[in-house]
């Protein structure tokens, strides 16, 4: 089978080195091409991935037309999400775009548009599908290991998203960083609701198996000076009761090095048990009817082509299989309404109906 050639287009999010590392890794994947109207932010792949200056691009067009990928990773702020698919589109290849879905629904449905006119898999990855003790959690779930799901629990975030770049190397922000950053745009979709809430809504809606809240109520913090949240909590109301999701720039400590307080991941309340899934660990924990002092259960070993997006993205490209499960736009458009209702319930201070 010929290898794949992707294009790495925008450089917004400090993912996109992540991810070309993954395609580089991969036998069946060539970087055909890099794209940023900056140069200077697409130094590091270069350099870390061996790419020549040949492949390398500030146009989009240019580049697209110069490469003829069969797949594009995008990386934009969240605001430029539905643009950059409705510009990648029409050259009928198939698009991987870094979390979040898109800054409001009606752009997520821009980009689910685009694809189905283009007869392309469009997939929106978020790196929190490819922990092993969150799938550990999904299959344990629906082995019915704890009765029906009622609640999702979610925190999650880190110290903040200027103190790491790709590959989660640590860097020290200043405020001048934070004014000269996308993150803490409002405009660019910057802020941590944006930025952390559609992890948990959307593999809430995975652990829910597609099932929507009926309203929503949120809360964000704004400290003085910036324009967007740097916390956020959630609550859904589902039939079945209610899940919180709360998104968090400023833990103690980062949870890929220690596991702050409180732990970032999941806790899954059921009818006959609860099973707690936290980010990195090697363990989840769960308690049942027969043993309800609970267990640690070791996490599932993820096997290819499902440790990664980009392993996963091209099973389903080279099989002309449908992206599903939590990239999936259905999943994920699920999840993006989720988010909206939050935006719309914390700017009038009062619960809403789920925004449809």
């Not at 994947?29 to 140069?39: H, L």
């Not at 697409?42 to 061996?50: G, H, R, S």
């Not at 001048?176 to 609701?193: H, P, T, V």
């Not at 400590?253 to 707690?276: N, R, Y």
């Amino acid at each position: 089978m010929k290898r794949l050639k992707v294009v790495g287009l925008n450089f917004d999010h400090m993912h996109m080195g992540d991810l070309l590392r993954k395609c580089r890794e991969h036998p069946g994947v060539e970087i055909a091409g890099i794209c940023d109207d900056d140069p200077a932010r697409m130094q590091a792949a270069m350099a870390d991935l061996q790419i020549p200056s040949a492949r390398v691009f500030t146009d989009p067009h240019r580049c697209l037309e110069a490469t003829e990928p069969d797949f594009v990773i995008l990386c934009p702020a969240t605001a430029r999400h539905a643009d950059y698919v409705e510009l990648v589109a029409p050259y009928r290849v198939h698009m991987l775009v870094e979390k979040p879905f898109a800054a409001t629904l009606r752009d997520a449905d821009r980009m689910i548009a685009a694809a189905k006119r283009a007869t392309r898999l469009l997939a929106i990855n978020w790196p929190l599908r490819w922990y092993p003790s969150h799938v550990t959690a999904h299959r344990l779930l629906r082995e019915g290991r704890i009765g029906a799901l009622q609640e999702v629990h979610y925190y999650d975030g880190n110290r903040g998203p200027l103190w790491h770049t790709a590959d989660k190397i640590e860097t020290t922000p200043t405020a001048a960083m934070k004014r000269k950053s996308w993150f803490y745009e409002a405009k660019q979709g910057g802020g941590s609701l944006l930025d952390y809430l559609g992890y948990g809504t959307t593999l809430g809606t995975w652990y829910h198996e597609g099932r929507k809240p009926i309203e929503v109520t949120a809360v964000v913090d704004r400290p003085r000076g910036l324009e967007i949240d740097e916390h956020s909590v959630t609550i859904a109301r589902y039939l079945t009761g209610l899940s919180k999701f709360e998104t968090r720039w400023g833990t103690f400590t980062d949870p890929w090095t220690h596991q702050p307080q409180p732990k970032c991941g999941f806790v899954l309340k059921a009818e006959d048990g609860t099973i707690s899934s936290y980010d990195y660990e090697p363990t989840i924990r769960v308690q049942t009817r027969a043993d309800p002092r609970g267990e640690d259960i070791a996490v599932d070993e993820l096997k290819p082509p499902f440790q990664d997006p980009i392993q996963y993205f091209i099973h389903c490209i080279n099989e002309g299989l449908p992206v599903e499960g939590p990239l999936s736009p259905k999943i994920a458009r699920i999840g993006q309404q989720i988010v909206d209702s939050a935006v719309r319930s914390a700017r009038m201070r009062k619960t809403v109906e789920l925004i449809e």
